[in-house]
């Protein structure tokens, strides 16, 4: 992390915690935890079984929507939490394929980026 002073890191950090808290409350809103796992699964409203159609209908077409949604921020959520521990560890800021600098640009860009550009 020698080429990002102390204070863009501060500033990576901070876009990295309201980035996390905006998608977890994200995943709230369209998911729910799996119990066994920790992992987030697309859910429905009224997730009981509903004696009239329509509203079945209805939930089966919000679970098309919202698992696909769910996997996608849950995804972005494992990343930027490896950023922050990335963060911690001292190794954030390297590229995970080619292990060279992640240019701070990018990192602006994207503060939860695993790769530079070439390797993305």
């Not at 992992?39 to 159609?53: L, M, N, V, Y």
Request: aromatic fraction near 4%; hydrophobic fraction near 35%; charged fraction near 35%.
């Amino acid at each position: 992390m020698k080429h990002i002073t102390e204070e863009q890191l501060e500033e990576l950090r901070g876009a990295l915690g309201a980035e996390r808290d905006a998608v977890e409350e994200e995943l709230a809103t369209y998911g729910r935890v799996q119990s066994d796992s920790g992992d987030w699964q697309g859910s429905a409203e009224g997730g009981g079984i509903e004696p009239d159609p329509n509203d079945a209908a209805d939930q089966i077409e919000e679970l098309v929507v919202n698992v696909p949604l769910v996997e996608e921020l849950e995804k972005r959520h494992k990343d930027i939490v490896g950023a922050l521990e990335k963060m911690e560890e001292g190794t954030y800021g390297v590229c995970e394929a080619g292990e060279e600098e992640i240019p701070f640009d990018r990192l602006e860009a994207n503060p939860a980026a695993r790769t530079c550009v070439s390797h993305a």
